[in-house]
Every structure is written in structure tokens, then in C-alpha cells.
T-cell receptor, first 121, second 109 residues
Framework: QVQLQESGPGLVKPSETLSLTCTVS?????????WVWIRQTPGEGLEWIAT?????????NPSLKSRVTISVDTPENQFFLQLRSVTAADTALYYC????FGDGSCYFDLWGQGTLVTVSS | QSALTQPRSVSGSPGQSVTISCAGT?????????VSWYQQHPGKAPKLIIY???KRPSGVPDRFSGSKSGNTASLTISGLQAEDDADYYC?????????FGTGTKVTVL
């Protein structure tokens, strides 16, 4: 079955760049769908960060757009998140997910298990 | 873009029904039939239980149902069961954003 797995450093220093990878298995990213990053904090709940299509079209949460880049490597079946100039407020559980959008539908149907990233010196 | 508004908590006894509201605006919930609902147990990733306002993915029990009126969507759990004790989040397409709800803790008494 299709699975998503996040990976990356669990600790990032303030002002540095947070970099995460989502590895997809059981489905080829190049075949379709959209792919997203979402984060969750106790205080703010779930927050959509960014979306990328299999063609590389990207969309960003307006509140994070200036600091975020989402990218995809279809041969490796991975997509990535970079969040620059992080602060303690970026400490969160980061999820990658598959996004169904089109043909009259819009929803996140598959999620990774999540990876905790703490911003601290 | 503000988060969609949900009640912080709801509770019910086994067998009862509970309804969770998800209040948005005409720019999100009211503007599109793209409301989805997610169930999250502690330490687990969210799981899709309702999409496109009323549709249920394969494998989701039919005691979960969704609806929408104006700018407010609702999730109803009929015949509450112990395993329904979890957090629930709504989400809606909103053009340039995809906001989530503030989350509701459902407690099965």
C-alpha cells in the first residue's frame, strides 16, 4: 500500500533552515496527485504549509510563503520542505501527506506518521 | 487566513449522537463543497473520515456523517463507540489557502 515517511533533523537552531524529506513508497509521485506539508502544534493545531504537484507546481500558505520552499525529486520519489529563519514558534510535529485535488474533490487522504522538529539553541 | 472555528470539546455516552460544528466564511466553507474531516487518536497521524462535505472513504463506519449549511459544516457521530474518543479536525479549500479547524476533543463517557 502507499506509505509516506518523513525524515530530517529533530533539532534546529534558531535562525537556521529546517529541511525535511518525505519518501513515498507504493506509488510513483510522477503519476499524479499533489503532495503537501502540514504541521501541528499544541497551541495552533494543524496548519497547512505548502503543496506541490507531480509536475512541480507549488502553492504556499500566505503566512509562511516568504520563508518556505517545497520541491520534488520524482526519480527518487521524494519531496522536500525547507523553512528558513526558524524561531521557537516553528517547533512542531511536521507531517507530509497526499492531497487529492481535482475532479470535484479536495482532501488529504494519506498521511505520514509525522516528525517532531524542535527549534532551540 | 484564520482557522476554522470548532467547539473545544463535546461528550456523549456510548450509543448517543454528537455533532461537531466547523464555522468558516464564504471564502472557505461556504464557498466550496470541499470540507473534509479528520480523526486523530493520541500519538497518531490524522485519518480522513469525511471528504467533499458528505462522502465517506472506504472502511469508515457509516455512523460518521457530514453536512453543510451556509458557512458552517458539521460532523455527526451516531451511535457513539468507545473508539470514537479522539480529536477531530475539519478542513476546507479556500483558494490560496487550506485552513484547518481549531479541533474538537470528543469524549466518550
Amino acid at each position: 500500500q502507499v506509505q509516506l515517511q518523513e525524515s530530517g533533523p529533530g533539532l534546529v537552531k534558531p535562525s537556521e533552515t529546517l529541511s525535511l524529506t518525505c519518501t513515498v513508497s507504493g506509488y510513483s509521485i510522477s503519476s499524479g496527485y499533489y503532495w503537501v506539508w502540514i504541521r501541528q502544534t499544541p497551541g495552533e493545531g494543524l496548519e497547512w504549509i505548502a503543496t506541490i504537484s507531480h509536475r512541480g507546481d507549488s502553492y504556499y500558505n500566505p503566512s509562511l510563503k516568504s520563508r518556505v520552499t517545497i520541491s520534488v525529486d520524482t526519480p527518487e520519489n521524494q519531496f522536500f520542505l525547507q523553512l528558513r529563519s526558524v524561531t521557537a514558534a516553528d517547533t512542531a510535529l511536521y507531517y507530509c501527506a497526499r492531497y487529492v485535488f481535482g475532479d470535484g474533490s479536495c482532501y488529504f487522504d494519506l498521511w505520514g506518521q509525522g516528525t517532531l522538529v524542535t527549534v532551540s539553541s | 487566513q484564520s482557522a476554522l472555528t470548532q467547539p473545544r470539546s463535546v461528550s456523549g455516552s456510548p450509543g448517543q449522537s454528537v455533532t461537531i460544528s466547523c464555522a468558516g466564511t464564504s471564502s472557505d466553507v461556504g464557498g466550496y463543497n470541499y470540507v473534509s474531516w479528520y480523526q486523530q487518536h493520541p500519538g497518531k497521524a490524522p485519518k480522513l473520515i469525511i471528504y467533499d462535505v458528505t462522502k465517506r472513504p472506504s472502511g469508515v463506519p457509516d455512523r460518521f456523517s457530514g453536512s453543510k449549511s451556509g458557512n458552517t459544516a458539521s460532523l455527526t457521530i451516531s451511535g457513539l463507540q468507545a473508539e470514537d474518543d479522539a480529536d477531530y479536525y475539519c478542513s476546507s479549500y479556500a483558494g490560496t489557502n487550506t485552513p484547518f479547524g481549531t479541533g474538537t476533543k470528543v469524549t466518550v463517557l
